[in-house]
């Protein structure tokens, strides 16, 4: 039985899904290679010129040298000695405030080259069927369809795929290792909440995370109107972007209103965000409320990969407050 035209106009989405993926890899491969390569151009670049400074010195001392050496052997010694100093000197300027703002400005251009591509295929890295985000398993139903042509409706190919799934420990954990990597650069998220008329807003509120994985904390003042939006429970919440341009996005997100002092957590701020207690008097310190953030789930995502992280199944010891 051939699909129904409602399948068929997903097949043909999932396709351009798949069309838009694999341009966004290849321009992300071809934007490590040329970051790559600009390095070892640089290394190489400086490598040369201390060479070839060495060689001229050596060319202007060459009526001191013993006629027996020649002039090949010394050459070749220093020329040898010159690149590597020079690749040291190289690699050592990459890490100087002036080497990195070199990489910088080559990254942002070379971003901004591909970037048609980049935001193209960010925009498929979820792809929803019937409310469900199902961008994993549409590789598995795009092949069990059109390869094999074992279904003829989408949400038998769906059905097939999710009781054949296994659990990949490996991927999971991948998943979990980038979440915790993400998570240790960055103390700024765009919380997402809406108030009692359903309107929503957003704030950019600094966050410390726990020993529980996706367990966060953040801090708001009694007064706040984020302290009824908080109540109602419903928050999305989506960090700041790396330098490298990964982010974590949860819009499955519990918080609850501790009741314990800011002091509980207080050391967590000061080791995480460094001063942000010194803009709070001990007056403000003591009337914060400390709310809890638990992530169901989340995703970790970059300019090359769409990481999802469950914490449902994993288990969260209760805090030490």
Not at 44 to 68: I, Q
């Amino acid at each position: 039985m051939p699909l129904s035209s409602a399948d068929q106009e997903l097949v043909a989405t999932m396709k351009q899904r798949e069309f838009h993926l694999k341009r966004r890899q290849r321009a992300a491969d071809t934007i490590h290679y040329e970051l790559r390569r600009h390095r070892v151009l640089m290394v190489g670049t400086v490598a040369v010129l201390v060479a070839g400074a060495l060689l001229c010195m050596l060319a202007a001392m060459r009526n001191t040298l013993p006629d027996t050496w020649g002039w090949w052997r010394p050459a070749l010694v220093t020329a040898t000695l010159g690149a590597v100093l020079g690749s040291y000197i190289g690699q050592s300027l990459l890490h100087t405030a002036y080497g990195r703002k070199l990489l910088v400005g080559k990254e942002n251009r070379v971003r901004e080259k591909y970037s048609a591509d980049l935001h193209a295929g960010r925009r498929w890295l979820q792809y929803y069927y019937e409310g469900e985000n199902i961008s994993g398993y549409v590789p598995q139903i795009l092949y069990s369809i059109e390869g094999e042509r074992r279904f003829d409706s989408v949400a038998a190919a769906l059905a097939w795929a999710k009781a054949s799934r296994r659990v990949q420990t490996e991927v999971a954990d991948r998943a979990m290792d980038r979440f915790t990597g993400v998570t240790a650069q960055i103390n700024l998220a765009v919380i997402a909440s809406t108030d009692q008329f359903g309107r929503p807003s957003s704030r950019l509120m600094r966050f410390v995370i726990s020993g529980r994985p996706g367990v966060w904390y953040v801090t708001t003042a009694p007064e706040s109107p984020k302290v009824q939006e908080f109540d109602h429970g419903r928050i999305a919440l989506l960090t700041l972007p790396t330098e490298s341009g990964e982010t974590i996005g949860s819009n499955r997100v519990q918080i609850r209103c501790l009741g314990t002092s800011f002091s509980t957590i207080a050391e967590l701020y000061r080791t995480q965000v460094p001063g942000y207690l010194d803009g709070l008097t001990e007056e403000e310190q003591q009337r914060e409320l400390v709310y809890e953030l638990t992530l169901e789930s989340a995703t970790a995502d970059n300019w090359s990969e769409h990481d999802v992280v469950e914490f449902r199944d994993r288990e969260l010891p209760e805090p030490d407050l």
